[in-house]
């Protein structure tokens, strides 16, 4: 089985800007949550989707958005960026069905750098 | 709210030698423990949970309640055990998001 990816794997945007991140999960994984990894922070969860619909958002601005499409990929938005953003973007997938067995699956990420 | 702990950010030990990564959490319910470890150049990846009280490269968990602690130990450590390791919390419930403590980096020194 193929793992989750994500693209692009690396991003230079400037403060202002808008960038979109996407994720395509584990093939069956109808989950897909986001997290922030910064040094200062370390790993922050930022939202979780299921079946094209939010399930739990972390504390993060209205600036940062998502959503999920039928086929479960996942894109992630962030508005208006600041430096504070510069971030490892990480995207996982678990198979929301095997509840029991729970288990998140992450991606290589997106190092996003605003400048 | 919940939160993780982890008092060691860097952690050498020698190889054979024991390793503990200590790991404490803080949530009012019956949380889900898990330990993540990234190596290097690879993504991060599930090392072991609680609930299923099994070892994984030699690696054992215990959740301790009382102490509301989830230590990580190894009796031999091996060199290819230096790593990033994350001790993660899932509340109970339908919540699906992890909790991160702030990682300890083990280096295991030939």
């Known amino acids: 089985k193929a793992g989750v990816t994500q693209t692009p794997r690396y991003l230079i945007k400037t403060r202002g800007q808008q960038v979109t991140l996407s994720c395509s999960p584990i093939?069956?994984?109808?989950?897909v949550s986001w997290y922030q990894q910064t040094p200062g922070q370390g790993l922050q969860f930022l939202f979780e989707?299921?079946?094209?619909?939010?399930?739990n958002k972390g504390n993060f601005p209205g600036r940062f958005s998502g959503r999920q499409f039928s086929n479960s990929r996942s894109e992630m938005n962030v508005s208006t960026l600041e430096l504070g953003d510069s971030a490892l973007y990480l995207c996982?997938?678990?198979?929301?069905?095997?509840?029991?067995?729970?288990?998140?699956?992450f991606g290589p990420g997106t190092r996003l750098t605003v400048t | 709210a919940q939160r993780v702990t982890q008092p060691e950010k860097l952690l050498s030990v020698f190889k054979g030698a024991p390793v503990e990564l200590k790991c404490n959490y803080s949530?009012?319910?019956?949380?889900?423990l898990f330990w993540y470890v990234q190596y290097s150049r690879q993504r991060l990846q599930l090392l072991l949970r609680?609930?299923s009280r099994e070892s994984i490269k030699g690696f054992t968990a215990d959740l301790n309640k009382g102490e509301t602690s989830f230590h990580l130990k190894k009796p031999f450590a091996q060199e290819e055990d230096s790593a990033m390791y994350y001790c993660?919390?899932?509340?109970?419930?339908?919540?699906?998001?992890?909790?991160f403590g702030s990682g300890t980096q083990l280096t295991v020194l030939p």
């Open positions: 996982a997938s678990a198979n929301y069905l095997r509840d029991s067995a729970y288990e998140q699956y």
């Open positions: 093939s069956g994984h109808r989950s």
């Open positions: 989707y299921f079946s094209e619909t939010q399930r």
């Open positions: 949530y009012s319910g019956s949380p889900e």
């Open positions: 609680h609930i």
């Open positions: 993660a919390l899932r509340r109970s419930g339908s919540a699906r998001q992890l909790t």
